[in-house]
């Protein structure tokens, strides 16, 4: 299945909510990411109802928060931990953000969209609004001036009430491979702000290995000259950890 392609059983979700695609779900570099309100949609309308959550683990003091979700729909149960801790989310609010992955999976799981689609609390709050901005960015058509840089001449009638030219296919395409470009731009320089943070080998390894390796993967062979760049911060720092702890 290509991912470029909305799946046929999404779309048939996003019709009986009648719901249109920009309002359920977003293309997140090849992968599409659900929004939250619209999954909240999909349980309602699905009948689907939810156990008490558990609480497996919290430490407010490192905001770490676990909790246990079970959902139910018809004569089906699924259940799905939701985890926060500051390495996946930047809010204030670790219990309510645990509680929420935990249930978006759980829905996920329950109507059969588990591995075709993402909630978008599975990204934290900056990375949503990066990828937000990004990809729905559009190229205006007319560019935007001062009030300074406006002319008050009137311009020739057969040009007044012309439509700008539409945006091609060509741009359209480009603009996209443009903005996913620049969402591994942003992603990359925040890991090799991240590997600065790590005060020993474990941590640092734990990061690279339980949090980014598959996106490492797939940077790889997306961007090259990326990959190399958050490789090489990677080496640099393990380098300076070593050297700290022989010195």
Known sequence: MSKTN???KVVDIIKELGMTRDE???????TWV??????EKIAAHKGVTFDDPKIIHSDMALKSVVVLVTGRMDKRSEWSFGEATPANNKNAYPFAMSEKRAK??????????HGDVY??????????????ARVTKKKPL????????IKTEDPPKDQEKKDPAPVTLEEKIEMTQQDRLDIWETWANRQIDEFQKKPTQS?????????IRKDLGALKEIDTRLYNQVNE???RRLNEIIEKQEG
């Open 34 to 39: 659900m929004y939250h309100k619209a999954l």
């Open 203 to 211: 941590a640092l390894l734990s990061w690279v290995q339980g949090h």
């Open 6 to 8: 909305i799946p046929a």
């Open 104 to 113: 978006d999976r759980v829905i996920l799981k329950l109507v059969g969209l």
């Open 119 to 132: 909630s978008d609390t599975e990204i934290d709050k900056q990375g949503q609004d990066d990828i937000k």
């Open 142 to 149: 007319i560019e935007v001036t001062t009030t300074e840089e």
């Open 233 to 235: 911060a990677y080496s």
């Open 24 to 30: 359920t779900l977003w293309d997140c570099h090849g």
